[in-house]
């Protein structure tokens, strides 16, 4: 299992002019990250979705390369999306997925058969071609690089330590200095496409 | 041809709506009412189709690619579109996003009593959503579809086009 924190430092090294969707991972990214008119951190505007969303945001922009960091109950609750990315091919996509094994931000509960479930094995079966695992940040620092030279889509699974919260939604710290709406204009006139 | 086949929605017709509206991508899951305009999507350069297998990831993913600056269209049947409240909400209503849903408008009828539950909810549920939509039943109807695209930029949320099942033409 690895620190989140730690792991996403470790990627930020290797980030180059990647435009970063950080799912459940952002309240990491936004304290590591120096290009915050490149990144997209959405917190959660429905679960399920993130994949989704990324794989849109690389369709969008070919030319420009889309690290997503996905969740394994974000994973779980759409799965499908696995089937269309895969079809679709993008070439500038990097499905990074964190997974906790459990729904953190909700007290811990497990993840349906978290521990045995494969996604990377799922992945690969849904048509990526390039798909890695990895459990430990030695293993990862090593092959992070070179991931992120192959051509996407390329799925990578990492097994880490839940930040389980049981606060009350409305008590909890906010991570988020922008709104959603704030974070996507920011990234188009970034672009230029605002 | 007959005065009904004459006045249909023809899937061509859609697809010059869609051309005529910039629409980039489009982002569906197959219905019963759709399959002669997916054909012609298909060999349709300018157009990029993502297909889903669950209608809520169409929200996620118009949302995507409305961020990066193209122009997604949405085209589920409305079966789909009640499993998509959530997403609808979080991905595009919440995000601003000036999208365009096609809703396939399953047991629609202006004629007897309304045997299908799907029908029965469908405007419901658009309005619990606060979307507004547009109802399309033969080619005369078309405009209305370029109106939608229209209120979507300006107020920058989802308009919905229903599809009416009995005057479509597609199938």
């Not at chain 1, 299992?1 to 950080?22: C, F, Q, S, W």
């Not at chain 2, 980039?24 to 019963?32: E, G, I, K, N």
């Not at chain 2, 996620?60 to 997403?87: F, H, R, Y």
């Amino acid at each position: 299992m690895m620190d989140t924190a730690e792991l996403l430092k470790i990627y930020n090294r290797h980030r180059g002019n990647a435009i970063v969707v950080p799912g459940r991972g952002g309240k990491h990214w936004v304290d590591i990250s120096d290009k915050r008119n490149r990144d997209v951190e959405l917190g959660d505007p429905a679960m399920g979705g993130h994949a989704s969303f990324a794989m849109g945001l690389a369709l969008a922009l070919p030319k420009e390369k889309i690290v997503l960091f996905d969740s394994d109950g974000d994973i779980q609750m759409g799965m499908g999306i696995l089937a269309t990315i895969a079809e679709q091919q993008p070439k500038n996509f990097y499905h990074f997925m964190l997974d906790n094994e459990v729904y953190a931000t909700t007290g811990g509960q497990p993840v349906p058969n978290a521990k045995t479930i494969k996604y990377h094995d799922v992945a690969r079966a849904c048509g990526y071609t390039r798909t890695y695992a990895y459990d430990n940040l030695e293993t990862f620092s090593i092959n992070v690089e070179r991931i992120l030279s192959e051509p996407g889509p390329v799925f990578v699974a990492l097994k880490v330590n839940p930040d389980i919260e049981n606060k009350p939604i409305g008590t909890r710290v906010k991570w988020r200095k922008r709104s959603q709406v704030q974070v996507v204009q920011d990234l188009q006139k970034e672009l230029g496409i605002a | 041809m007959s005065d009904a086949q004459k006045a249909a929605l023809s899937p061509e017709v859609v697809l010059a709506e869609m051309k005529k509206n910039g629409v980039t991508h489009v982002v569906w899951l197959p219905d019963s009412e759709t399959n002669w305009l997916f054909l012609l999507m298909k060999a349709e350069p300018s157009l990029t189709l993502v297909g889903v297998n669950r209608e809520g990831l169409a929200f996620s993913a118009a949302s995507g690619i409305a961020a990066g600056g193209k122009v997604p269209l949405i085209l589920i049947q409305n079966t789909g579109l009640m499993e998509s409240g959530d997403s609808m909400r979080g991905w595009a209503i919440g995000m601003n996003v000036p999208v365009v849903l096609m809703v396939g408008y399953r047991g629609y009828t202006r004629h007897g009593v309304n045997t299908d539950t799907a029908a029965t909810y469908t405007e419901r549920f658009l309005n619990a959503f606060g979307i507004n939509y547009y109802q399309v039943e033969d080619g005369a109807d078309a405009g209305r579809i370029s109106i939608a695209f229209e209120e979507a930029r300006k107020t920058k949320r989802p308009v919905a086009v229903l599809v009416a099942d009995e005057y479509h033409g597609f199938n």
